[in-house]
C-alpha cells in the first residue's frame, strides 16, 4: 500500500516530517499549512504512481476549503482519506478543521481518553508554567511552555474556576 502522510507544520514535538504514535510507531510525513494545495499535490503524486491512503495528522489545523478538497480526493480520485485530530481547544471552541471533518466524513471514530477521575474526557484543559489552567489566548500557542490535559466537562470547568488543577484532583483522590 503506497500511503500518503500528512502532519501540520506547526506540531515540531516530534522533529519536522514524521508522525509518531504513543506505542511508538512512527512514519515520516509531508508538513502541511493553510497554504498548501493538498488536492493537487496529492493529485500530482496519485498520477506518477497510484496511492492507497492519505493520512492526516494532527487535521485539526486543517482549513475549511482543505477539508473540502479531501472530500474531493475520496469523492473524484477514489483515494480514502483518514484524518486524526482533536475536536477542541483548551477552551472548549471547535477548530476549525475539526469542524468541518465532523460535517461532512464519512465515519467518525471517537477515540476515547479517560479524566484522572475515570470519566470520560472530552475536554482540553490548558495549563501554565505553574500549573495554573487558563482559557483564554491564542487557539495556538507555539514554542510555549503550556501544557495540556485531558479532562472530563465537569473537572474542566471546575479547574477553571477553582484555578488550579491540582487542589481537584487531590479532593477527588482523597
Ligand atoms: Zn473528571
Redesign the pocket.
Known amino acids: 500500500m503506497r500511503t500518503i502522510v500528512y502532519t501540520a507544520e506547526i506540531d515540531d514535538r516530534f522533529g519536522a516530517g514524521k508522525v509518531s504514535s504513543r506505542i511508538g510507531l512512527s512514519s515520516p510525513a509531508r508538513l502541511f499549512n493553510q497554504h498548501t494545495s493538498l488536492k493537487d499535490e496529492i493529485n500530482n503524486e496519485h498520477q506518477r504512481e497510484p496511492i492507497h491512503c492519505v493520512l492526516v495528522d494532527e487535521s485539526q489545523f486543517l482549513t475549511r476549503e482543505q477539508v473540502y478538497a479531501l472530500s474531493d480526493v475520496v469523492d473524484e480520485l477514489d483515494i480514502p482519506v483518514l484524518c486524526y485530530g482533536l475536536r477542541t481547544d483548551f477552551r472548549g471552541e471547535l477548530f476549525t478543521g475539526s469542524q468541518y471533518l465532523l460535517a461532512w466524513s464519512d465515519k467518525l471514530v471517537e477515540l476515547k481518553t479517560i ?5 470520560k ?1 472530552s475536554m482540553v484543559l490548558r495549563l501554565d508554567q505553574e500549573g495554573r489552567p487558563y482559557n483564554e489566548g491564542e487557539q495556538v500557542v507555539i514554542g510555549g511552555n503550556e501544557r495540556y490535559v485531558s ?2 466537562r ?2 474542566y470547568k471546575e479547574a477553571l474556576t477553582e484555578g488550579s488543577l491540582a487542589t481537584i484532583q487531590n479532593r ?1 483522590r482523597g
Do not use: D, L, M
Open positions: 479524566c484522572f477521575c475515570g470519566r474526557a479532562v472530563c465537569k473537572h477527588v
